[in-house]
């Protein structure tokens, strides 16, 4: 079984720590945008998780006995594979979807994340939509 997507919230907290520092945001909008690209990359690891749980799961089902009877350890194996695929793609493409709904929704946060950075590192001012600028056309 994969400890990938494990909920506990010491090792949240420790992924979100390291990726934290890894992305060093300045100010309230690059670590909004950093929190959702740490929240966006636990939910994936979660999801690859869950795919190969599920997989390895179906192995403990019982095989049709025509699959046991496969004498090559290696072509069994694989066939048990491909009827495991079988028997739960509904699930699987279910997961599939999400993965690449996370992953749609990831490179956007990072896209995102990556212009701010590169914007306030060239000093080129104020974004129009930093937390201070909201904050004064709140205010107005």
């Known amino acids: 079984m994969s400890e990938t997507g494990n909920d506990n919230m010491t090792d949240y907290q420790a992924f979100s720590d390291a990726l934290m520092a890894d992305l060093a945001p300045t100010g309230m909008v690059e670590q909004q945008l950093a929190q959702r690209i740490v929240d966006l990359h636990w939910r994936m690891d979660r999801a690859l998780a869950l795919e190969t749980n599920l997989l390895s799961l179906a192995h403990l089902e019982p095989a049709p006995e025509y699959l046991l009877k496969i004498e090559d350890s290696v072509v069994r194996l694989k066939m048990l594979q491909a009827n495991s695929f079988i028997a739960h793609h509904k699930q699987l493409n279910r997961i599939q979807i999400q993965e690449e709904r996370i992953s749609q929704s990831l490179l956007l946060a990072l896209k995102e994340f990556t212009a701010l950075q590169r914007h306030r ?18 205010a107005a």
């Open 121 to 138: 590192v060239a000093g080129a001012g104020r974004l129009p939509y930093s937390s201070r600028s909201s904050k004064n056309a709140a």
